[in-house]
């Protein structure tokens, strides 16, 4: 049986042209008809081009699916498949891992959002913070900039967050809000990022959470600080640090950056 080039791209759902790429490429030998000038494939040519599509199939790439099929050692076409089987695995624990990460933040998202104005006493996550935003003035200090860097290589597991200073009533005016990233201290066991005198460690503790909804240049932080120290005065607690807030669900409006904000404010 003889195939036009029309009748192997119907039947692999490719392009004239893509098989005439794998011809070039020498994996497929097409034959002229005697007295014609249509050129003919076999069944042959139709067992080669499965096994190459197999081969792009299981993420090979197509120099790599010509060199498996120009192999005359079996062994090391297997060895090849084994290297393959280990990508594999590891490419499903990495996507295991994001899965897991977009979940808990889609959960902590929510959470912020049905949290908005409301106040609970829970557990935070112990957390590691790196600065990078003193007040407006940003670390113009190169080793910090560098550390800042290699944080962010390791998105989508790291975040951006704040430590709001909080006095005996109310936010400090002494003292800057700061801005930079967050980390779930788990996590930094594993991805072990850089370290720098800055990073501030949050350690789990009972916090009155809250979350609130955030625009820069235009949110009121005494009014913000008042209330949240009517709840802390209304249940007989008191702050015992900073507060730390991570930004949710972030957009860009005409007045500048919006966000769902989470909140924890450590208590006694």
Same mark, same amino acid.
């Given at each position: 049986?003889?195939?036009?080039?029309?009748?192997?791209?119907?039947?692999?759902?490719?392009s004239?042209?893509?098989?005439?790429?794998?011809?070039?490429?020498?994996?497929?030998?097409?034959?002229?008809?005697?007295?014609?000038?249509?050129?003919?494939?076999?069944?042959?040519?139709?067992?080669v081009?499965?096994?190459?599509?197999?081969?792009?199939?299981?993420?090979?790439?197509?120099?790599?699916?010509?060199?498996?099929?120009?192999?005359?050692n079996?062994?090391?076409?297997?060895?090849?498949?084994?290297?393959?089987?280990?990508?594999?695995?590891?490419?499903?624990?990495?996507?295991?891992?994001?899965?897991?990460?977009?979940? #808990?933040?889609?959960?902590?998202?929510?959470?912020?959002?049905a949290?908005?104005?409301?106040?609970?006493?829970?557990?935070n #996550?112990?957390?590691?913070?790196?600065?990078?935003?003193?007040?407006?003035? %940003?670390?113009?200090?190169?080793?910090?900039?560098s550390?800042?860097?290699?944080?962010?290589?390791?998105?989508?597991?790291?975040?951006?967050?704040?430590?709001?200073?909080?006095?005996?009533?109310?936010?400090?005016?002494?003292?800057?809000?700061?801005?930079? %990233?967050?980390?779930?201290?788990?996590?930094?066991?594993? %991805?072990?990022?850089?370290?720098?005198?800055?990073?501030?460690?949050?350690? &789990?503790?009972?916090?009155?959470?809250?979350a609130?909804h955030?625009? &820069?240049?235009?949110?009121?932080?005494?009014?913000?600080?008042?209330?949240?120290?009517?709840?802390? &005065?209304?249940?007989?607690?008191?702050?015992?640090?900073d507060?730390?807030?991570?930004?949710?669900v972030i957009?860009?409006t005409?007045?500048?950056? &919006?966000?769902?904000?989470?909140?924890?404010?450590?208590?006694?």
């Amino acid at each position: 049986m003889r195939y036009k080039i029309g009748d192997i791209a119907r039947l692999f759902n490719l392009s004239t042209e893509s098989i005439r790429h794998y011809e070039r490429q020498g994996l497929i030998h097409p034959q002229k008809a005697e007295g014609s000038s249509y050129r003919y494939y076999q069944a042959w040519d139709m067992a080669v081009l499965s096994a190459c599509r197999q081969y792009r199939a299981l993420g090979f790439t197509l120099e790599e699916s010509a060199d498996l099929l120009d192999q005359r050692n079996p062994t090391a076409v297997l060895n090849e498949l084994r290297s393959r089987e280990t990508a594999i695995e590891e490419e499903i624990a990495r996507q295991c891992q994001m899965l897991r990460t977009v979940r #808990a933040w889609r959960k902590e998202a929510e959470a912020a959002c049905a949290l908005m104005g409301r106040y609970e006493l829970e557990t935070n #996550a112990a957390t590691r913070f790196l600065p990078y935003q003193y007040g407006d003035e %940003l670390t113009r200090d190169e080793g910090h900039l560098s550390c800042v860097r290699e944080w962010l290589g390791h998105i989508p597991y790291v975040y951006v967050g704040m430590l709001v200073p909080l006095g005996a009533s109310g936010a400090r005016q002494d003292a800057p809000i700061t801005v930079g %990233l967050g980390m779930a201290e788990v996590g930094a066991d594993v %991805l072990k990022p850089a370290n720098h005198q800055s990073v501030v460690s949050i350690p &789990s503790r009972l916090c009155l959470h809250t979350a609130f909804h955030f625009e &820069s240049g235009a949110f009121d932080w005494e009014t913000w600080a008042a209330a949240l120290f009517a709840q802390l &005065s209304q249940r007989g607690l008191r702050a015992e640090g900073d507060a730390f807030c991570r930004f949710n669900v972030i957009s860009w409006t005409d007045r500048g950056m &919006s966000a769902a904000v989470d909140c924890f404010v450590p208590v006694a």
